[in-house]
């Protein structure tokens, strides 16, 4: 049975909609909005955006009129009447009246905040905040068991995508050889906001959004979630991210010894050229007769073969995981392991004083890594380096180690890293509430 019909069933049976939160209205959100909005059984309770205006953008693109209400008191009481409202101050998101969070910014502090807050008041969390999950996803998927509620990374976007391919290979008792994504925007590891600003003008995106995919970095980010959620590997730091076509990924990523890039089964990567939007998994079967059929059926000759899904849709899928988490009580997409990380590399020669201004700017870029290796260099995560200061000078193209910088510790995405990493070491860890208590205090 289609969601569509069990969110119409649920309304009848419960004599309310789904409520649904979302925190962010940018490119991204306004996606998800516009596609929710469509569907019967299910309400947009609340916007929430630094820029009010925009959240209120968010309701009436899709013609919809939100209340004017502007206090948390007066939205509890709207909410509960099925009206919409359009709010600043996420802070008080854990006292509306709402059944799912979903988080858009894409701000791995921010994201961190919002979930701490949502899963400590009874909500399920979902975010399309895929740099929050690199960074601190291990420890979320223990908040959300410890409180009873899920989290979930969203459908859409190529992590999710990609794994859904996965467990139909592993279904169907095909080695994985890798599986990855097509890279949508030529690779400039050196791009800057600036550089980016008219192209960034003419497809309606923020500079800054823009910069993260020319410069690689959501490319690594993605692979490490897809790695993390899937238990494959990544291939080697920094991944090979060759030059291919749809008919020819099989031949590109397949096994050294028989003429492909990669030293090893069993690992995520990503390709260059008219394979994106799409995501793909290349497999392999050592059975005469299986591989005879997946030739019959035009698949090519074998051993490998490739699976391949022409497109992700990004926010417009993203609604699925809400679907999911509220009918069905699975997550989309968690970390349950911890096979990669993303650390960051200089696009220029640093020098010490100077303030890491985050992803998608002019100072760093987003590298992926096997997890193990990234431990040992003492590199430092991508997600917890936004206002960081550099001790030292450091070189373009270098990674960064915690020994290069001083982190903001007053950042929640920081204090939840080192969390992460004590629960790494076997030490205990904050409780969910001990968590929020302690961020509501500062």
């Not at 988080?103 to 009874?122: F, H, Y």
């Not at 969203?154 to 592993?170: M, S």
């Amino acid at each position: 049975m289609s969601y569509r019909t069990r969110l119409q069933q649920r309304l009848e049976e419960t004599g309310r909609p789904l409520r649904v939160g979302l925190v962010g209205s940018g490119q991204m959100g306004r996606g998800f909005a516009a596609q929710l909005l469509k569907m019967p059984g299910i309400n947009l309770s609340v916007v929430f955006d630094v820029d009010r205006a925009r959240a209120e953008e968010a309701f009436t693109q899709a013609g919809v009129k939100p209340s004017s209400v502007t206090d948390t008191d007066a939205a509890i009481t709207a909410i509960e009447n099925d009206e919409s409202v359009a709010l600043s101050n996420v802070d008080e998101v854990g006292a509306l009246p709402l059944d799912v969070l979903v988080e858009a910014t894409g701000v791995p502090d921010v994201g961190a905040r919002t979930a701490v807050e949502a899963l400590s008041s009874g909500m399920d969390y979902a975010t399309l905040n895929v740099e929050q999950d690199v960074t601190v996803g291990r420890y979320m998927l223990q908040l959300a068991k410890e409180s009873g509620q899920l989290y979930s990374v969203c459908r859409g976007d190529e992590p999710v995508e990609t794994k859904i391919l996965v467990d139909f290979a592993r279904d169907l008792n095909f080695e994985i050889i890798c599986a990855g994504k097509g890279k949508n925007n030529p690779l400039d590891p050196y791009a800057t906001p600036d550089k980016l600003a008219a192209e960034a003008a003419q497809k309606k995106m923020n500079p800054k959004m823009l910069c993260e995919f020319v410069d690689g970095s959501k490319a690594m980010i993605e692979m490490a979630a897809l790695a993390n959620t899937t238990g494959l590997e990544m291939s080697k730091r920094g991944m090979y991210g060759p030059a291919s076509t749809v008919p020819t990924l099989h031949d590109t990523f397949r096994l050294q010894e028989d003429g492909g890039v990669l030293d090893r089964p069993g690992v995520v990567d990503y390709c260059i050229g008219p394979v994106a939007p799409g995501v793909f998994v290349v497999v392999r079967s050592d059975d005469p007769y299986v591989v005879h059929e997946m030739s019959y059926l035009s698949m090519g000759p074998g051993p490998y073969f490739s699976l391949y899904r022409p497109y992700h849709l990004a926010s417009i899928e993203a609604p699925l995981t809400v679907y999911e988490m509220a009918l069905d009580r699975t997550p989309s997409h968690t970390s349950e392991h911890w096979t990669s990380e993303v650390g960051a590399e200089a696009k220029r020669d640093l020098k010490a004083g100077e303030v890491i201004t985050g992803i998608g700017t002019d100072t760093i870029r987003g590298v992926a890594d096997k997890a193990d290796d990234f431990l040992a260099d003492g590199c430092v995560p991508l997600g917890v380096l936004a206002g960081a200061r550099l001790t030292r000078d450091v070189p373009v193209d270098q990674m960064l180690t915690y020994d290069d910088v001083e982190l903001d510790e007053s950042s929640l995405i920081v204090q939840m890293r080192r969390h992460q990493e004590a629960l790494a070491r076997g030490e205990q860890a904050p409780t969910l509430a001990e968590l929020r208590e302690a961020f509501r205090r500062r």
